[in-house]
């Protein structure tokens, strides 16, 4: 069986790495990956393809969250011809079924429809504006034969979705606890690399550098925080992103104003493909998302399968993975007091990191491994199969 997945946004984000991390249970049960991403993708492609899984450019818009239609005119001027183009991939690979992503962009959804072929349309966040959900979920749930979604939250968000019953699928993102895990060597090369002393304590963040991610408001807690802990250091783990290249310069000149730039206590780092590698630096993961973004970010899994305690700001179905006082903290997002409520007791007492952290990894390894997500996926996978079979029976 062949698997066709569309990604339209150019930076390698959570869905690229969910390609990665299945492929390989997936092949075991027979299905072959194929990704189809923007023509501009460069190094997204690279990633994913030195991953192993075939990867093919074509020109890709996307539709923007604002309503201005000349900014949405290259996406509504392109859309038949990216449908054609996409309809094309689908013949000659000879696609069984094809993944579209968000509710925003139904390029690969129309595709596939057109061809007979079974959709799964996947929501893993929470970036499309409630009113444009409103105008788009109606195509999403009659077009698609399987709806996932990243935690049943997004799908109370997407109400829409409700609508499919047994056809929507909640899961969540893949995490291989075999190579997250704790790793005393590993911990001591990563602090080395990134600038960790052995007196140091890290809060470690991993996201590409964009508004939705909310750095401004961990350097903020870290700059309260800090004046009571001195050894205490943030390093952030994420790609830049062309597009938001003045967010990003923005963070670094708050920074710069809150002290957090003197002898490196706030750093940025492109980790490229070695997250596993530089997770083990972190004393605490802290996800500073901003409200409309997350789905459940994987790197929660990731951290909590490293055995690192998480806090992180209540966006998207995180209430699902999270549990005050077991495996992290939640905390109201935009909110720098709060944040700061959360760290302290976990900046003052390594035994409690230790506990909860302990108690992460645990949570990962009994609910949460790759065995089990990719159970998930081919359960929604066989769903779509039959449910478009019937479709096409219907219509001869």
């Not at 052995?198 to 408001?217: F, L, Y």
């Not at 952290?357 to 790759?370: K, N, T």
Request: hydrophobic fraction near 45%.
């Amino acid at each position: 069986m062949r698997l066709l997945s569309v990604i339209h946004g150019p930076v390698y984000g959570g869905a690229h790495n969910q390609m990665i991390q299945l492929a390989r249970p997936l092949a075991e049960h027979g299905w072959e990956t194929t990704a189809l991403v923007p023509v501009e993708a460069d190094i997204t492609r690279g990633r994913l393809e030195e991953a192993g899984i075939e990867t093919i450019g074509i020109p890709l818009h996307r539709m923007r969250a604002t309503p201005n239609p000349r900014v949405q005119l290259p996406f509504l001027a392109t859309l038949p011809r990216e449908i054609r183009a996409i309809r094309r991939v689908v013949r000659e690979r000879g696609i069984d079924l094809v993944q579209a992503h968000g509710p925003t962009n139904p390029h690969a959804a129309l595709a596939a429809h057109r061809e007979g072929v079974a959709v799964n349309w996947q929501i893993y966040d929470t970036v499309a504006p409630p009113p444009l959900r409103r105008l788009t979920m109606p195509l999403v749930v009659r077009i698609a034969d399987v709806i996932t979604t990243w935690g049943l939250e997004l799908a109370r968000v997407h109400p829409p979705a409700l609508r499919l019953g047994e056809r929507l699928v909640p899961i969540f993102p893949p995490v291989d606890a075999s190579r997250f895990r704790p790793d005393p060597e590993r911990r001591a090369a990563a602090r080395a690399e990134l600038g960790l002393d052995d007196d140091s304590i890290a809060i470690g963040n991993v996201g590409n550098r964009n508004p939705t991610k909310g750095h401004e408001w961990l350097a903020r807690a870290a700059a309260a925080l800090i004046v009571r802990h001195p050894n205490l250091r943030v390093r952030i783990l994420g790609a830049p992103s062309p597009v938001h290249a003045s967010y990003e310069a923005s963070v670094r000149a708050e920074a710069n104003a809150l002290g957090l730039t003197d002898d490196d206590k706030l750093t940025f780092t492109d980790p490229g493909m070695r997250v596993a590698e530089l997770l083990p630096a972190f004393d605490i993961f802290v996800i500073s998302s901003v409200p409309r973004s997350e789905g459940i970010p994987t790197v929660i899994f990731e951290a909590m399968a490293t055995g690192i305690p998480v806090v992180t700001t209540r966006v998207g179905a995180v209430r699902e993975v999270i549990e005050d006082g077991f495996n992290g903290w939640v905390v109201p997002p935009e909110d720098t007091p709060a944040m700061t409520a959360a760290l302290e007791p976990l900046l003052r007492d390594p035994e409690l990191r230790e506990r909860v952290g302990r108690q992460a990894r645990q949570r990962v390894v009994e609910r949460y491994d790759l065995d089990r997500c990719a159970e998930r996926h081919l359960h929604a996978f066989e769903l779509a199969l039959a449910h478009r079979r019937a479709r096409n029976g219907a219509n001869n």
